[in-house]
């Protein structure tokens, strides 16, 4: 079991939930006690048609950028059945669910979850799902050889509390029989396996933290702020960046009201990060060249407001800025895939220590999984490659990532999501 | 984590004292126990010429068989972790290994058929494994090492003694290629090799160390390739073509009437004509062209080289941005950028087609960006201020072989015939082979 011996509450809490398991949980409960979590639903109440509808429930900081929920924890599931699903699998699997919205408050406080459907789920049926395009996940540059997430089922777990992913997951998959007072009657492995469990955590001070634990690829000298929401040390994920809930949600078809999700998960080298590039370079490498000569970053991120100040200016220069700055950054390069200025992904990504090494889920919403196909070619910039930055060398934070496994998923709207058919029909 | 030393005290003064050297560490407060053990702290030069200069010392380094693949060989190398400098623009910052590092890890990657050094625009990812666990993931930085020329480099920590496996992966080349190159090197592959980091490899490497004498430190000059050195063996070294291996008519400094120098670095500049330049057109044809009227075309069809190398070693410059402004009489005729590209012959260059170009006519070169390469020490503060090189296209360029003389002195009432007609005087043979004729 993990073990607690010099870590801090904050950082017990994280290994915990990267632990996971009901010893987790109980080492959970026994170290913090039970933390009151706000209950769910009555009968007759409903939660929104958008599984996928979280600001409105997620704390906004003064610049009215929305914050994450601190604890994630992703589950892969496989449909035990052969085929196509039947209508026990699919009481089985809403029953479940339902169980957790009425367990907890549909908030950070609480728990908010999604259930993702991938390609492979659909060849069940031998078709597509209607109205929407659901391609299988590819290696998206020539630098990655990922793995690819084809099981059935992707559901994403976050809360504020450890205590809430970790009970939720053990009721889920692990037979744990009740979650925040409310009973459940029947887990999910009565007609699925678990593929994999992944978890992860964002938000000030955990990335920090984690220099504590010794995971191999921190670099010892402890250089992560402690104010740093990712452990690449800086804010992300500012409104002006950001799609809006509208915009990534599916319009027509039965799958109106849902949306597509990517899952890439990566390694970050942050050793090279941070012991070999300089601050300047990084905020180069992440923001512009212009971000950094002008200091307008500030140590984390602090001196930004509700943008990564990127001027339209600025996005438009970015190749220019390739040639004679011999560096562009990783959000210049990205906000070229703006429509009419609008950000095509809702990013609701988190840092990592599975695998025992620091990494991303870099977990992402779009109305198609096209969308961030275009977004990722414009964040690859292999087009400014050879024209004063390398493929990967000075041309954004490609040097530092490396992708694993990739994954796309519908997530269909909440009436929809357990086990439909390509045709919307339940 | 703690900090792992390299070697041990005793070990490092010993080999410092065979190279008849001070001890570089002995103004060092601490007074650590024979079994304490040292990464070597190498003496900086203070204030360094800006321009290529002779380091402290040679690095001792331990060569490992050369990785055979498909398309592309792999020499790996390994040494004590050390300084470097990484560059961004213009910015150059030195780079300490940190506390966690344990070895410096080098590749050098090229073509075993032409012994060209390839620069693997896409990088290399690198996994150091120890009994199946991933102890470290890089992309390592392309760099430039007078000793080891152009190669793939970077600190990277390990896990304690023991026997490493690295897996190197390489991409596909996706800049410009070539004359014969350019069907090849589409696919990347994967190689791997052991190394056993203990005690006895700490010490052959730090043994290996030679100290140059102190007064020649900073001094202008270069260390010679590593391939001249007998312990590391047959290693390949990345030069860049002599000027007698790079067709066409060669474009001098008009200051100096030899080929350019900007920031130390020497840029070899040459018009390749027909039919010769069509075999270069392969992967990148220029749009640098004349006009619609096609009666307006006073010269040539041209393919640029600009080879651009360091001085002594002839290091190609990789990973630079360059662009050349053509221009006739002071009317601009294109400004383009030049490809970066490998070619089968003569390896690494900077190429563009250009459609028309006459006696007489300038060519600007401009270097937007300077090498982004990372630098080993006697090379970070060369290559960095590069200002625009200003050529004129000789007398000896006659373009094309021309078989019938049809319309290329029709229309030119710039003087451009009379300087072809000198040309023609020479034997006619194209400036490419007055060019290799010239070479010593």
């Not at chain 1, 938000?203 to 984690?210: I, M, S, T, V, W």
């Not at chain 2, 041990?8 to 570089?24: E, F, I, T, W, Y």
Request: charged share 30%.
């Amino acid at each position: 079991m993990t073990e607690r011996a010099g870590l801090t509450r904050r950082g017990y809490a994280r290994a915990l939930v990267a632990a996971g398991g009901i010893g987790a949980l109980s080492a959970c409960l026994d170290e913090f006690g039970e933390r009151e979590i706000p209950g769910g639903i009555e009968e007759g109440e409903e939660l929104p048609e958008r599984q996928h509808a979280w600001n409105a429930v997620c704390e906004a900081d003064e610049d009215g950028n929305v914050r994450s929920p601190r604890h994630h924890v992703l589950l892969s599931l496989a449909l035990d059945r052969d085929g196509e699903p039947t209508d026990e699998d699919r009481a089985l699997l809403e029953g479940a669910l339902e169980t957790l919205e009425r367990a907890y408050e549909w908030s950070t406080d609480g728990l908010l979850f999604t259930v993702g459907l991938s390609p492979s789920y659909f060849e069940r049926f031998g078709s597509e799902p209607a109205g929407v395009e659901l391609p299988h996940p590819t290696a998206l540059t020539d630098f990655e050889e990922p793995d690819f997430d084809e099981a059935d089922l992707l559901l994403h777990l976050a809360s504020d509390h450890e205590q809430a992913v970790l009970e939720a997951e053990s009721a889920l998959v692990e037979g744990h029989d009740e979650v925040n007072g409310v009973t459940v009657e029947r887990g999910l492995e009565e007609g699925f396996s678990l593929e994999f469990r992944r978890s992860g955590f964002v938000g000030e001070g955990l990335p920090a933290e984690k220099q504590d634990d010794d995971v191999r690829g921190i670099p010892s000298s402890d250089p992560i702020p402690e104010e740093a929401p990712f452990f690449m040390g800086f804010r992300s994920g500012f409104r002006e960046s950001q799609a809006t809930e509208d915009r990534v949600t599916i319009e027509g078809g039965p799958f109106a009201g849902g949306t597509t999700e990517h899952l890439s998960s990566m390694t970050i080298q942050l050793d090279v990060w941070y012991e070999q590039d300089t601050h300047a370079q990084r905020v180069a490498k992440l923001f512009s060249a212009e971000h950094a000569r002008e200091d307008v970053v500030g140590e984390y991120g602090e001196s930004l407001s509700d943008s990564s100040g990127l001027t339209e200016e600025r996005i438009e220069a970015t190749a220019a800025d390739a040639r004679t700055e011999g560096v562009v950054g990783h959000a210049q390069k990205a906000a070229r895939a703006r429509e009419d200025g609008e950000p095509l992904l809702l990013r609701r990504d988190f840092n990592t220590v599975d695998g025992g090494r620091p990494g991303l889920h870099f977990l992402c919403l779009q109305r198609e999984i096209e969308e961030f196909v275009r977004v990722r070619e414009a964040m690859t910039g292999a087009d400014l490659a050879g024209n004063g930055v390398g493929q990967t060398l000075n041309n954004g934070i490609l040097q530092y990532l490396f992708v694993n496994r990739r994954g796309n998923f519908l997530l269909p709207p909440r009436s929809l999501r357990a086990l439909p058919t390509p045709d919307g029909e339940w | 984590m703690n900090r792992r030393r390299f070697l041990s005290r005793a070990g490092l003064v010993g080999s410092l004292a065979v190279a008849g050297c001070s001890d570089p560490t002995e103004d060092n407060e601490e007074t650590p126990t024979p079994e304490e053990e040292l990464v070597p702290e190498f003496p900086e030069i203070e204030d360094p010429p800006d321009r290529v200069y002779l380091p402290t010392h040679r690095e001792g380094m331990e060569a490992y068989e050369t990785l055979s693949g498909d398309e592309v060989a792999v020499t790996p190398m390994l040494t004590y972790p050390h300084p470097f400098w990484i560059v961004d623009g213009t910015n150059v910052e030195r780079v300490e290994p940190s506390e966690d590092d344990d070895v410096h890890l080098m590749m050098t990657v090229w073509d075993e058929g032409t012994g060209i050094v390839l620069p693997m625009d896409a990088g290399l990812h690198v996994e150091v494994e120890r009994d199946g666990e991933v102890v470290a993931e890089r992309v390592p930085w392309p760099m430039l090492s007078q000793e080891m020329g152009f190669h793939f480099g970077d600190n990277v920590p390990l896990d304690g003694d023991g026997t490493y496996e690295v897996t190197v992966t390489t991409s596909r080349i996706n800049i410009a290629k070539t004359r014969g190159y350019e069907e090849r090197f589409e696919d990347g592959e994967r190689f791997s090799f052991e190394f056993e980091f203990d005690e006895a490899f700490r010490h052959r490497v730090v043994d290996r160390i030679e100290w140059l004498d102190e007064e020649r430190w900073g001094e202008e000059g270069a260390l010679s390739p590593i391939t001249d050195s007998e312990e590391t063996g047959d290693v390949p070294y990345a030069r860049a073509p002599s000027t007698g291996e790079v067709p066409g008519t060669h474009l001098l400094d008009p200051e100096t009437d030899e080929p350019a120098t900007r920031g130390d670095g020497v840029f070899l500049t040459s018009l390749v004509g027909s039919p010769e330049a069509e075999a270069f057109f392969g992967t990148d044809l220029g749009d640098d062209l004349p006009g619609e009227d096609e009666e307006e075309v006073v010269g040539e069809v041209a393919y640029l080289i600009v080879s651009p190398r360091s001085p002594y070693n002839e290091v190609p410059l990789t990973e630079m941005a360059l662009s050349v402004d053509h221009s006739r009489e002071g009317d601009d005729l294109a400004e383009e950028d030049l490809a970066q590209t490998i070619d089968s012959e003569i390896g690494f260059h900077y190429g563009l087609s250009l459609d028309d170009v006459a006696v007489g006519d300038d060519l600007s070169i401009a270097i937007e960006t300077p090498p982004q390469t990372a630098r080993h020490q006697g090379y970070e503060t060369a290559f960095v201020e590069m200002p625009d090189i200003d050529l004129v296209v000789p007398e000896a360029w006659t373009g094309a072989e021309r078989d019938d003389g049809v319309d290329d002195t029709e229309g030119t009432d710039d003087g451009v015939d009379d300087e072809e007609a000198e040309d023609g005087g020479n034997g006619g043979n194209g400036g490419d082979e007055d060019a290799r004729g010239d070479e010593e």
